[in-house]
């Protein structure tokens, strides 16, 4: 009764809200229990806003609010920190829509041939000058399977000599509209029961080592948040969308060459159980492709999407020689989602205050964990950044957190974090000997079939495209709300 009562609440909301899903538990200190939307950087490199862009996989790649959408107002929440930047933009003015600060121009652009002096045995940036974003997918939106690259890389995996389980593909709608697949345990499907395996990455060895990261840019905004981090002698892991890099590949230099660590976020930022086999595989081999072609090195760690993932994702991604890192969340961390929830800022569904306050959750539980812990932070949005610079890493700095990339926090060298310069000895790729924690049968891809679901089908009903917004608007609404119904029963 509770849960019907919730989803009715939730549906009367947003209903005339356009908005993208996050199918992962939502920390209880966010009393907005909000979706979030997500604006696609354009080619020009200004992000774009506009209701008559498809609806693919059931995101919602540019989200703003509809005109006229009735938003009930997220709580605001009394604030105390140790510490502040002196040019923080106050948090009443840090709101939906706002443009608090103007960017930033990079410090430095690199050109062909610049050496990476944090690196050891990187090779020279390569010529970027002749990238065409015309040879690679579109914006923001899943790549299609049946093209020679995505063949190649599909009998790439089926020569790998992992085994893919056959576990079926996730509806659209989260955990209640998938309850074979929250049933069973041998999925180990995170986004419903937060289960990892030993094979994820989910904290740092270390007491009070935060492991520092940033999803889905580089944005306009990337800029701001390096230049800061850099002031500060502090290092991150970026997690890119693939999509994105190619938008602005000299952002993603500028972030490489200052030391910090580039990982993989997926070309389209899709949630990876809702899509085959086939498509996962051409979300990851775009993705680090375009990340080599920039960089002239190929990212060996993957953040999915709102960290959905479950066996079936994780084996193919051991095949493309790809590890999962999470975040600190459930029972790494007494329950608490070290997830600040600062994505949902831009939709005006949590409050500036709100991020703040879920953030002094995180950190007053750390103290309690036996590891260090990775946060969830976004460089997507402006408002993202303006706390991350002007709230967040402050309090860290104040409270004598050790903040690392992860790579660093693992107690690595950055030059394991990529394919060309890591140790083999040191920080082994996954191999498929010994890959038992990957339960299920295997399922054959067929690289000769364009599209082909193979064993994992999609099952009836499923959705790959929406077009339209009127119909994107029903669909999101639905996911969300009984999205949100799964994350509060299982929390």
Same mark, same amino acid.
């Given at each position: 009764?509770l849960?019907?009562?919730v989803?009715?609440?939730l549906?009367a909301?947003?209903s005339?809200?356009?908005?993208?899903?996050r199918p992962?538990q939502?920390t209880?200190?966010?009393?907005?229990?909000?979706?979030?939307v997500s604006?696609?950087?354009?080619?020009s490199?200004?992000?774009?806003?506009?209701?008559?862009?498809?609806?693919?996989?059931?995101s919602?790649?540019?989200?703003?609010?509809?005109?006229?959408?009735?938003?009930v107002?997220?709580?605001?929440?009394?604030?105390?920190?140790?510490?502040?930047n002196?040019? %923080?933009?106050?948090?009443p003015?840090?709101?939906?829509?706002?443009s608090?600060?103007?960017?930033?121009?990079?410090?430095?652009?690199?050109?062909?041939?610049?050496?990476?002096?944090?690196?050891p045995?990187?090779?020279?940036?390569?010529?970027?000058?002749?990238?065409?974003?015309?040879?690679?997918?579109p914006?923001?939106?899943?790549?299609?399977?049946d093209?020679?690259?995505?063949?190649?890389?599909?009998?790439?995996?089926n020569?790998?000599?992992?085994?893919?389980?056959?576990i079926?593909?996730n509806?659209?709608?989260?955990c209640?509209?998938?309850p074979?697949?929250?049933?069973d345990p041998?999925?180990?499907?995170?986004?419903?029961?937060?289960?990892?395996?030993s094979?994820?990455?989910?904290?740092c060895p270390?007491?009070?080592?935060?492991g520092?990261?940033?999803?889905?840019g580089?944005?306009?905004?990337?800029?701001?948040?390096?230049q800061?981090?850099?002031?500060?002698?502090?290092?991150?892991?970026?997690?890119?969308?693939?999509?994105?890099?190619?938008?602005?590949?000299?952002?993603?230099?500028?972030?490489?060459?200052?030391?910090?660590h580039i %990982?993989a976020?997926?070309?389209s930022?899709?949630?990876?159980?809702?899509?085959t086999?086939?498509?996962?595989?051409?979300?990851f081999?775009?993705s680090?492709?375009?990340?080599?072609?920039?960089?002239?090195?190929?990212?060996?760690?993957?953040?999915?999407?709102?960290?959905?993932?479950?066996?079936?994702?994780r084996?193919?991604? %051991?095949?493309m020689?790809?590890?999962?890192i999470?975040w600190?969340?459930?029972?790494?961390?007494?329950?608490?989602?070290?997830?600040?929830?600062?994505?949902?800022?831009d939709?005006g569904?949590?409050?500036?205050?709100?991020?703040?306050?879920n953030?002094?959750?995180?950190?007053?539980?750390?103290?309690?964990?036996?590891?260090?812990?990775?946060?969830?932070?976004h460089?997507?949005?402006?408002?993202?950044?303006?706390l991350?610079?002007?709230?967040?890493?402050?309090?860290?700095?104040a409270?004598?957190?050790?903040?690392k990339?992860?790579i660093?926090?693992?107690?690595?060298?950055?030059?394991?974090?990529?394919?060309?310069?890591n140790d083999?000895?040191?920080n082994p790729?996954?191999t498929?000997?010994?890959?038992?924690?990957?339960a299920?049968?295997a399922?054959?891809?067929s690289p000769?079939?364009?599209?082909?679901t193979?064993?994992?089908?999609?099952?009836?009903g499923?959705?790959?495209?929406?077009?339209?917004?009127?119909?994107?608007?029903?669909?999101?609404?639905?996911v969300?709300?009984?999205?949100?119904?799964?994350?509060?029963? %299982?929390?």
């Amino acid at each position: 009764m509770l849960h019907i009562l919730v989803l009715l609440a939730l549906l009367a909301v947003v209903s005339h809200a356009q908005l993208h899903p996050r199918p992962r538990q939502v920390t209880a200190a966010a009393a907005a229990l909000s979706p979030s939307v997500s604006p696609a950087p354009s080619a020009s490199g200004i992000a774009t806003a506009s209701a008559s862009q498809p609806i693919v996989s059931g995101s919602v790649p540019n989200g703003t609010l509809a005109p006229n959408a009735s938003v009930v107002p997220p709580p605001t929440f009394p604030i105390t920190l140790l510490s502040t930047n002196p040019t %923080a933009i106050p948090l009443p003015s840090i709101v939906p829509n706002a443009s608090t600060q103007a960017t930033v121009p990079l410090d430095t652009t690199y050109a062909a041939g610049a050496i990476p002096t944090g690196v050891p045995g990187a090779p020279p940036l390569p010529d970027i000058s002749t990238l065409n974003p015309a040879n690679y997918p579109p914006l923001d939106r899943p790549p299609p399977t049946d093209t020679a690259f995505v063949q190649q890389a599909i009998a790439q995996v089926n020569a790998s000599g992992f085994s893919i389980p056959s576990i079926p593909v996730n509806q659209l709608g989260g955990c209640p509209a998938n309850p074979a697949a929250v049933a069973d345990p041998n999925r180990c499907w995170w986004t419903c029961s937060q289960c990892t395996r030993s094979t994820d990455i989910i904290t740092c060895p270390d007491k009070m080592t935060w492991g520092s990261t940033f999803d889905d840019g580089p944005s306009p905004y990337t800029p701001n948040l390096v230049q800061y981090l850099d002031q500060q002698n502090i290092k991150t892991t970026f997690f890119v969308v693939g999509s994105r890099v190619i938008s602005r590949p000299d952002y993603l230099r500028s972030q490489y060459m200052g030391g910090h660590h580039i %990982a993989a976020h997926t070309w389209s930022h899709t949630a990876l159980t809702t899509q085959t086999n086939e498509e996962i595989i051409a979300e990851f081999a775009w993705s680090k492709k375009v990340i080599k072609d920039v960089l002239g090195v190929t990212p060996i760690y993957i953040r999915p999407p709102y960290g959905d993932i479950d066996d079936r994702v994780r084996a193919i991604a %051991a095949a493309m020689q790809l590890t999962i890192i999470i975040w600190t969340s459930g029972n790494a961390s007494n329950h608490i989602n070290y997830d600040t929830n600062d994505f949902n800022i831009d939709a005006g569904t949590v409050s500036a205050s709100g991020v703040i306050n879920n953030f002094t959750n995180i950190l007053n539980n750390a103290s309690t964990l036996q590891t260090g812990f990775i946060v969830l932070e976004h460089d997507l949005f402006q408002q993202s950044v303006d706390l991350a610079v002007g709230y967040t890493i402050p309090q860290a700095i104040a409270m004598k957190l050790t903040l690392k990339p992860v790579i660093n926090c693992l107690n690595k060298p950055l030059s394991d974090a990529y394919l060309e310069t890591n140790d083999n000895g040191t920080n082994p790729l996954p191999t498929a000997v010994g890959t038992s924690i990957i339960a299920g049968a295997a399922s054959t891809l067929s690289p000769g079939a364009p599209g082909s679901t193979s064993a994992s089908s999609r099952g009836n009903g499923a959705v790959q495209v929406r077009g339209g917004a009127g119909a994107g608007v029903v669909a999101a609404a639905q996911v969300f709300a009984l999205g949100v119904i799964g994350a509060v029963a %299982a929390l």
